[in-house]
């Protein structure tokens, strides 16, 4: 977090429409509050997510975080908990714990983002400079700008994950004898990537309980 603590706050209004859009990825956010506003105390920024999209499984070592759901229908999870939000509602996820979000509508959802303390839009920022609109992001350049935020990648998007899953179940149903896959309640199944195959797999854990 680059913003000085005894910054001068002043108050402001962003309008409708107004903030700053910055492309991270393959999305774009709107600032509403920038951490230079609020002297890193927080930062409130807008997005619209398009249908079956969301960001990577992540956590926040030092910044919770909350997410109010102006329109549409989202699944959250955090630390394992789905939950299910739509219009007005508000999910909360604390420091440390591992989270994602994924539109589950047929339509574009909007949702306001609060990040207590700020500085996730100065980490926008630099993701923005290290991969601008048009270009594929380098991981190598992206990587180090998670750790310097306190930013950690733990997994896809949920939309990667369900289709992952829907391949293996399919690949399993198809050569159930296949050598290296065994399915069975409480174990654990590797199986290659669908758009890879020559990466080393993707690990699922199935449910004990299930049929």
Known sequence: MTVPAKARREACIMR??????????????????????????????????????????HLHRDQDESWYVVDGEFKFEVDGQ???????????????????FQNIGAEPGVIVTTVIPGGLDIFFEELEAAAPRGTAPDPSKMLPIFEKHGLELLGPPLAARSASARACDSEMESTPAKAGIHWSPGSTVTIPSPSESKRSGTTYETDADSS
């Open 16 to 57: 409708r429409g107004e903030g700053r859009s910055i492309r991270v990825i393959d999305n774009d956010v709107t600032i509403k509050i920038s951490s230079r506003h609020t002297g890193g105390a927080f930062t409130v920024f807008e997005g619209q997510i398009m249908p079956l999209q969301g960001p990577p499984l």
């Open 82 to 100: 789905e939950i299910y939000a739509t219009t007005g509602d508000t999910v909360f996820a604390p420091r440390g714990s591992r989270h994602t």
